[in-house]
């Protein structure tokens, strides 16, 4: 009984202790064929591959990390673009580039700005919900200190300046004059 062409076949060990997978073309694309085969991702990948990874994860585009994680110096632009876009389409790497990316947005999740609203979403559910009026008045105390809210910033300022635009425009001339004055 021959197998359906989809099926994965045997894996040869190759020399440095990278595999090369032998599989037939089939229904299963990409990537699947990877995990079906039972070899972790990075057991194909070469250490340039490797770099070229970490590199696109960096943000650099696809030409710039193929630039610094392969000898590229007497290619074309054009050249390392294309060269680039067919690492992109390797199975391995677009797997492991998309654990990447994902492992980057869930770090971006627990960035300052989110751990802030975070805190302030915690204090203003227990300013609203808490149990007894100290910790209700200790949580309205904690939201009005949030930078932004300022309820008990010193704020420094002139009141009792009540000139008009007209009077403080001659003031300021009146400086430039003594002080462009001294000079000449």
């Given at each position: 009984m021959t197998n359906p062409p989809w099926e994965k076949k045997t894996i040869k060990p190759r020399r440095n202790n990278v595999h090369h997978l032998k599989l037939v073309s089939g229904q299963k694309a990409g990537r699947q064929r990877y995990r079906d085969a039972g070899v972790a991702p990075d057991k194909v990948l070469t250490s340039k591959q490797t770099a070229f990874i970490e590199n696109m994860l960096k943000g650099m585009s696809g030409a710039e990390a193929y630039r610094r994680s392969y000898s590229a110096e007497n290619m074309?632009?054009?050249?390392?673009?294309?060269?680039?876009?067919?690492?992109?389409?390797?199975?391995?790497?677009?797997?492991?580039?998309?654990?990447?990316?994902?492992?980057?947005?869930?770090?971006?999740?627990?960035?300052?700005?989110?751990?802030?609203?975070?805190?302030?979403?915690?204090?203003?559910?227990?300013?609203?919900?808490?149990?007894?009026d100290a910790a209700r008045i200790r949580a309205y105390e904690l939201l009005g200190k949030i930078d932004y809210v300022g309820l008990f910033k010193e704020r420094i300022g002139n009141e009792d300046d009540r000139r008009s635009a007209e009077e403080i425009k001659a003031e300021l001339e009146q400086r430039l004059k003594e002080a462009f004055g001294r000079l000449a």
């Open positions: 074309s632009l054009k050249a390392q673009s294309g060269e680039a876009a067919k690492l992109l389409a390797h199975p391995a790497i677009s797997l492991r580039l998309e654990q990447g990316f994902a492992l980057k947005q869930e770090k971006a999740r627990h960035t300052a700005a989110s751990l802030r609203e975070f805190v302030t979403d915690g204090l203003y559910r227990e300013a609203s919900e808490a149990g007894t």
